[in-house]
């Protein structure tokens, strides 16, 4: 479900930033090189094949709304 692969999705976008303030642009490149090389089933830690691809706009949804999300914009 779409709601759910946004949930995910943001999940490894904050943990590919390792830490690191990372603005929202390198923060999509690496989620889209992520997903290239392992498709969206690698979001999935349990492998449940529920997910559906989020755009990008939704992941950066739910990542405005962490309460203290590792990203920054400029």
Request: hydrophobic fraction near 45%.
């Amino acid at each position: 479900d779409l709601a759910r692969g946004a949930c995910a999705a943001a999940a490894w976008v904050c943990r590919l930033a390792g830490g690191a303030p990372t603005s929202l642009e390198e923060a999509g490149d690496r989620y889209r090189a992520f997903i290239a090389a392992h498709g969206l089933r690698g979001c999935d830690p349990f492998d449940t094949m529920l997910l559906a691809a989020p755009p990008w706009q939704l992941v950066v949804g739910v990542l405005e709304r962490l309460e203290r999300p590792l990203l920054t914009c400029r």
